[in-house]
């Protein structure tokens, strides 16, 4: 039985209105494949247990719904244990704190006084669905509004069954200042007790593997109650009492120290850094003594981070992407067991070992491709055995999916741009293919070689794609960042627009060229057309930012404003940059689409696109789907949007090839 358990409610009335619009034309062809590609993962979150012996699975159910179902792998049981309800609040990850209790978090955006608002829960639950409670700081009378969080878990205690610890922000002071400090909380009686001082300058707060809060990150506000850009990175002394600064970061361009927690051994902590231009690295004493150590650094790339797994969360790699992620680890012994997995499974060489038993016997194994979306597994250290568990889209399963291509091309400066090349399963090059730019989003991010199931889509339905890691994409260093996509938009636009010559220049169908993207992509998708109006025949747009001035102003009294404000800058960029202030120079048909309850971008971009559009006499469509977020987390949504999608570019520029029929590969 799935158990909602009335504690859980939220109190936070979602709004519910609607946005009709008629079904897309029909396209048998392409109506299958829009399902199984948009359907959602069947995989939201995993985690292993502590002995191994179990797995919770967070899957998805009825649209945007999710279940946590515990599997039981001696005997193959699978249980759900709670269910999250669509109109009230949304299941994100659940984690074992020990065999038999586990911890949820709960996340829904909801409209407060005409706000969009994120609020987060955190509650505990007994393996059969039994004991149900909400952890952390809960509303009282003496809030003078919505209380947004109820904290966030810096520590699970692996050796403290009772107990986790938790980063909460409470009012410190009678002007209704909050700050942060960390409590230890009793995961049964749900009882507190405090472990870090309540403090309006900590801006985040982390623990070293045996729960003692030892890390603060410290900012400082301006008169207005925002975050400033500067902000310092504190570490405790072994003995608890002498703070040290470690290091400084840049809020707004990230080129300082960004420390990422305590190294294995507690004596020193993991820290990114600047060297040569990219993010390295670096192993911090944690005594004060100022002594640091280089673990790593690319000559190509910067590193992402640290992978990190087992009973204490140890650190065993360095996380770097060059086409595909790629690891430098430091315990021989994973590397070795990396090594061997990538051997037993050649067809899908990018794998991962998530997670841990607290014995280090059972590894929780993820392994996929380009071509394939990827299989979870279970590794038996003790008898050396790979046990298969599921697929992550078993819509998928048997379909041959399109080998994707690292390219480069030049920018009208000859710099040579990275991109990936999606071809339709069978063909070998561009001759007469239509084709679609598709950047990414961010602007601060990139794309790599895996599996990207709008890609496939895209390349199923028999069109080629690319994918441009522009200038402005994050990832490649400094340089390459330039000053970022929106102030550095014409850089951005004019490399995306030159993979879209590319193209060409290997013999794509000019006719049939599109760009569609989503989030900053589906700005790029549409600003893109601003810088050459003639270059696309159709741009479609997921999410947008379509405006630069009401960028800056969605963030107005929140504390980020400084630094949004600062990252998107001043200047003429603001107009000329924005797709809306531009919308009479767009030479091509646009189909917008948006969630009502997108925190991520605010649906007034769409909004206001579509008002620019209509006044420039531009063909054009908007299609809102209430109730859902950026990532339109709903199967049925995707599903929907990608036939509309396919539906308009058949409209626009003509048919493509026949899509690729379902392969032959045993399931």
Request: proline share 6%.
């Amino acid at each position: 039985m799935i158990r909602r358990h009335p504690a859980l409610w939220l109190l936070i009335a979602l709004a519910a209105a609607t946005t009709a619009h008629a079904a897309p034309p029909a396209l048998p062809h392409l109506d299958d494949l829009a399902a199984r590609f948009g359907a959602r993962p069947d995989v939201g979150a995993i985690a292993l247990s502590p002995e191994g012996n179990a797995l919770v699975v967070v899957a998805p159910i009825d649209g945007t719904r999710s279940v946590a179902i515990v599997h039981d792998l001696g005997t193959d049981k699978r249980a759900p244990i709670i269910a999250d309800t669509k109109s009230e609040f949304a299941l994100q990850g659940c984690t074992f704190k020990t065999d038999v209790r586990l911890i949820c978090t709960l996340f829904t955006p909801a409209n407060v006084e005409g706000t969009l608002l994120s609020f987060t829960r955190i509650f505990a639950v007994d393996r059969d669905g039994r004991n149900v409670k909400l952890l952390g700081r809960q509303p009282t009378a003496a809030d003078s509004g919505p209380m947004q969080s109820s904290g966030e878990i810096l520590d699970l205690l692996p050796d403290d069954p009772a107990h986790i610890v938790m980063g909460i922000r409470a009012r410190v002071g009678g002007d209704g200042s909050m700050g942060l400090g960390a409590e230890l909380v009793d995961v049964t009686t749900t009882r507190m007790h405090t472990l870090e001082p309540y403090r309006e300058e900590n801006m985040g707060l982390a623990t070293d593997s045996h729960g003692h809060v030892r890390i603060r990150s410290l900012g400082s506000k301006d008169f207005s109650g925002a975050w400033k850009r500067a902000m310092r990175y504190a570490v405790r002394a072994e003995d608890g009492k002498t703070w040290t600064t470690v290091g400084t970061d840049d809020l707004f361009s990230g080129g300082g120290t960004d420390v990422i927690g305590f190294d294995g051994d507690d004596k020193s902590i993991l820290a990114l850094k600047p060297k040569d231009g990219r993010r390295a690295l670096y192993r911090l004493a944690a005594d004060g003594s100022g002594h640091e150590e280089l673990l790593f650094a690319s000559d190509k790339v910067d590193v992402d981070g640290v992978m990190r797994i087992g009973k204490y969360a140890r650190p065993v790699a360095a996380r770097y992407t060059l086409d595909s992620t790629e690891y430098k680890f430091f315990d021989s012994n994973i590397e070795r067991l990396a090594r061997l997995l990538r051997k037993a499974l050649p067809d899908t060489p990018q794998v991962t070992i998530l997670d841990e038993s607290w014995n280090g016997k059972k590894k929780l194994i993820y392994a996929g491709s380009d071509t394939n979306p990827g299989t979870f597994y279970i590794y038996n250290a003790d008898t050396h055995e790979l046990a298969l568990l599921f697929a992550e889209r078993p819509e998928l399963v048997g379909r041959k999916m399109a080998a994707v291509r690292a390219v480069d091309y030049a920018a009208a400066d000859r710099t040579r741009i990275p991109a990936y090349l999606t071809l339709p399963p069978g063909k070998t090059d561009l001759s007469d293919l239509p084709a679609i730019v598709m950047p990414h989003g961010g602007p601060s991010a990139r794309d790599e070689r895996g599996f990207d199931w709008l890609a496939q889509f895209w390349a199923a339905s028999g069109y080629a794609v690319l994918q441009p890691n522009f200038r402005g994409s994050s990832g490649y260093g400094e340089k390459w960042f330039v000053e970022n996509g929106f102030k550095s938009w014409h850089i951005a636009m004019g490399d995306i627009n030159d993979g879209a010559r590319w193209l060409l220049s290997q013999h794509a169908d000019a006719s049939r060229l599109a760009i569609f993207g989503w989030s900053y992509g589906g700005y790029a998708a549409l600003q893109a057309n601003v810088l050459d109006p003639k270059l696309y025949k159709a741009a479609i747009a997921v999410a947008p930012v379509t405006d630069l001035s009401l960028l800056k102003s969605e963030s107005a009294g929140f504390e980020d404003e400084r630094i949004r404000r600062d990252f998107i800058g001043t200047g003429p960029h603001i107009v000329e940059g924005s797709p809306a202030k531009n919308a009479a120079r767009i030479g091509v048909p646009v189909l917008i689409f948006q969630g009502d309850k997108d925190l991520n971008v605010d649906i007034a971009q769409a909004r206001r696109m579509d008002a620019a559009l209509v006044h420039a006499g531009k063909p054009h469509r908007l299609i809102v789907y209430p109730g859902l977020d950026h990532q339109l987390d709903d199967g049925d949504a995707r599903a929907d949007m990608l036939r509309r999608s396919a539906a308009f570019l058949v409209d626009t520029m003509g048919a493509p090839v026949s899509p690729v029929a379902a392969s032959s590969t045993p399931k």
